[in-house]
């Protein structure tokens, strides 16, 4: 269980994101964390995976206060965060990346892995990780990394973004799975309707606040029926591939 206590967060500037947010995320469960654009959902996910400490609050893992640890002292812990924006790494194969989130891996689980995010291992699995790699493909490559660490706790920032409409529907079925096998523990952030569907609980987060909290049927419900878009911004298909 990921605990979140006040926290809060402000910018150099002084423009404060966070505003004294408090979180349980519990065990084995698929949480969908929405709201509309600069409500501070990015800034949340980064805090609990350790790439930003709070300016006031604690986080704790089990117990454990992890609120000082960085990311890659997260990482040995169990906690895997997938970038909206995915960083590149020249020199290295896709193949040896995922290797590295998931160990030796034998060439059928690799398959499994990249089918998930949509791609063809055998056009895939020996290129390098570099600029002639798409947007997209990017995205699809870490979303299959992060799978394969199998971590107590995945973060996806917006997993949507540059991933095609028939690539998007695979990655949903992926999900929803891992949603029902008893390992881990999802966090997403997005605004597609289909990923907040398969969510066993939905989070509205606006102005630096949690300002909705349900389970998925009924967050969902009332998120489309109001039709509130200063409340959060509920899309349907806006996927491009990059």
């Not at 404060?16 to 519990?26: A, G, K, M, S, W």
């Not at 996910?45 to 893992?61: C, N, R, Y």
């Not at 924006?85 to 034998?106: E, M, N, S, W, Y």
């Not at 398969?198 to 909705?212: C, F, P, Q, S, Y």
Request: proline letters at 2%; glycine letters at 10%.
């Amino acid at each position: 269980m990921l605990e979140l206590k006040h926290i809060s967060w402000t910018t150099e500037d002084g423009n404060r994101i966070l505003d004294d947010v408090n979180l349980t995320v519990p065990d084995k469960k698929l949480i969908a964390i929405t709201g509309p654009n600069g409500g501070g959902k990015t800034t949340l996910a980064k805090i609990m995976a350790g790439i930003i400490t709070p300016d006031s609050g604690s986080v704790l893992m089990d117990g454990q206060d992890i609120t000082q640890l960085d990311v890659t002292q997260r990482a040995k812990l169990g906690i895997a965060f997938a970038f909206q924006q995915p960083v590149r790494f020249k020199g290295l194969t896709v193949r040896q990346l995922i290797g590295i989130a998931g160990g030796k891996l034998a060439e059928n689980n690799l398959c499994d892995y990249m089918s998930a995010v949509g791609l063809c291992a055998r056009d895939y699995l020996d290129r390098e990780v570099n600029s002639t790699l798409s947007g997209g493909e990017m995205k699809r490559i870490e979303i299959a990394t992060v799978l394969a660490r199998k971590a107590k706790l995945s973060v996806f920032d917006e997993p949507e973004a540059g991933i095609d409409i028939w690539s998007f529907a695979g990655l949903i079925k992926t999900f929803d799975s891992l949603r029902q096998s008893p390992e881990g523990t999802l966090v997403i952030v997005s605004h597609q309707e289909r990923l907040l569907r398969i969510a066993d609980e939905i989070i509205v987060l606006a102005g630096g606040k949690v300002t909705a909290r349900g389970s998925g049927d009924d967050m969902l419900h009332q998120l489309i029926t109001n039709g509130d878009a200063g409340t959060v911004c509920v899309r349907k298909e806006a996927m491009i591939d990059g």
